[in-house]
T-cell receptor, first 109, second 116 residues
Framework: KNEVEQSPQNLTAQEGEFITINCSYS?????LHWLQQHPGGGIVSLFM???GKKKHGRLIATINIQEKHSSLHITASHPRDSAVYIC???????????FGKGMKLTVNP | GAVVSQHPSRVICKSGTSVKIECRSL??????MFWYRQFPKQSLMLMAT?????????EQGVEKDKFLINHASLTLSTLTVTSAHPEDSSFYIC????????????FGPGTRLTVL
């Protein structure tokens, strides 16, 4: 079993829809990252969370430490949001990121 | 925001040759740099962690003599794939951290290596 699990693996949505991407992890962590990888491969760090909730534009990330779960929400989705969204955690006491397999999001116009 | 560059973005080489990939932090000093490899439709896998002025720490299964890492300054790390083979074809991504832990990492755009 992977230490970081993401669901769903693929998601197709219509422009304007509210989207939720889930991440569950099985280890104690010091921080969790949400990353966005575009088709060309470049990675952008969206959020780094250790508790609570963060918001940036149309993106909201939440984390529940007790339940070992995080969600990334996209409001008013747009075709340019189409990308792979990757959840990654830093295990407590480690300096290394452990990555989920990512979720491919396609937003159709 | 912090910017990390990689060069080249794409490289095609013949089997048996060596390829050097550069990773630079453009507007901050990177205490630690990380090198990742990503095969198609797979997660990023950490290859090694490098700290300026010291030897890189390689993950299990990564050959240190094949993937040479040099972190010569606080803004530059290089990965050299020596005697490349087709199975080394992959997407290589670096990230740079301004502090010794990995809580904040800034990712480079990646380098697509194709070995013929």
């Amino acid at each position: 079993k992977n230490e970081v699990e993401q669901s769903p693996q693929n998601l197709t949505a219509q422009e304007g829809e509210f989207i939720t991407i889930n991440c569950s992890y099985s280890v104690g962590i010091s921080a969790l990252h949400w990353l966005q990888q575009h088709p060309g491969g470049g990675i952008v760090s969206l959020f780094m969370l250790s508790s609570g909730k963060k918001k940036h534009g149309r993106l909201i990330a939440t984390i529940n430490i007790q339940e070992k779960h995080s969600s990334l929400h996209i409001t008013a989705s747009h075709p340019r949001d189409s990308a792979v969204y990757i959840c990654a955690v830093i295990q407590g006491g480690s300096e290394k990121l452990v990555f989920g397999k990512g979720m491919k999001l396609t937003v159709n116009p | 925001g912090a910017v990390v560059s990689q060069h080249p973005s794409r490289v095609i080489c013949k089997s048996g040759t060596s390829v050097k990939i550069e990773c630079r932090s453009l507007d901050f000093q990177a205490t630690t740099m990380f090198w990742y490899r990503q095969f198609p439709k797979q997660s990023l896998m950490l290859m090694a962690t490098s700290n300026e002025g010291s030897k890189a720490t390689y993950e299990q299964g990564v050959e240190k003599d094949k993937f040479l890492i040099n972190h010569a300054s606080l803004t530059l790390s290089t990965l050299t794939v020596t005697s490349a083979h087709p199975e080394d074809s992959s997407f290589y991504i670096c990230s740079a951290a301004p502090t010794p832990n990995a809580d904040t990492q800034y990712f480079g755009p990646g380098t697509r290596l194709t070995v013929l």
